[in-house]
């Protein structure tokens, strides 16, 4: 077999990728982005349906990673995100880059790296004790990734996980309410043995005395009671029956 090739920008080096990033930025990308809440006060105005392409030319690597992330820019810390090597992110990588979170869609990504590298266990009980907006919203949304991407995981541990959505469910502040939220409705859509759980703790808060509590409810019992959603749901289980049959055979 050959020899993988590197990929096409491997070499780039921290000026390069900067350069890359001012050609490509635009000012109405900029105003369009503030319109969704996200921090541009250090931005080039490039969109991710062009940056993630760009980060995949990159490759990965830890150290350029480490670089782009220190310049504070948003691009360059998405690139950060999406080149990381996750492998090589510890908990103390993950707790020092929360100090500079700043905005929702940073957050996001940096979630989906942290669990990628493994820390859902140790960071996620941390994270939503940290009383930071963003450090708070990082739990949550690390919660709605592995819902999705830790196939492997046994339900009861997301089932675990329930008690920590209900206890912040009360907090009021957008980025944190929203990733509750986010974090209930994965793990109602992760299988059927998941949905029956999420679904009564939907149905709790929805008639909860507090406002917040009551809009998280209500709009997870939107969706994870729509019968659409609950089928497919269904189907996942059936999938997963049929790949456990053939793996015996």
Sequence with gaps: MAPRRPPENADYSLPDILAWLEAHGSAHNIAGMA??????????????????PFGKTLGRNHERALDLWRTGIREARLLALFTEEPARVSPDQAREMTGDFDSWEIVDHASDLFVAAGHLDELVPEFAADDREFVRRTAFAMIAWAAVHLKKRDDADFIALLPMIETHA???????????????????????????????????????????????????????????????????????????ILGKL
């Design 170 to 244: 009360t907090d009021p502040r957008n980025f944190v309410k929203k990733a509750v939220n986010w974090a209930l409705r994965q793990i109602g859509k992760r299988s059927m043995d998941c949905h029956g759980p999420a679904l009564a703790l939907a149905e709790k808060l929805a008639s909860s005395q507090d406002k917040t509590a009551r809009w998280i409810g209500k709009d997870a019992v939107r969706e994870l009671s729509d019968p659409k959603r609950i089928a497919m749901i269904g189907q996942k289980k059936t999938a997963a029956n049929r790949q456990r």
């Design 35 to 52: 319109r969704f809440g996200i921090n541009t006060e250090k931005a080039y105005g490039v969109g991710n349906t062009a940056l993630m």
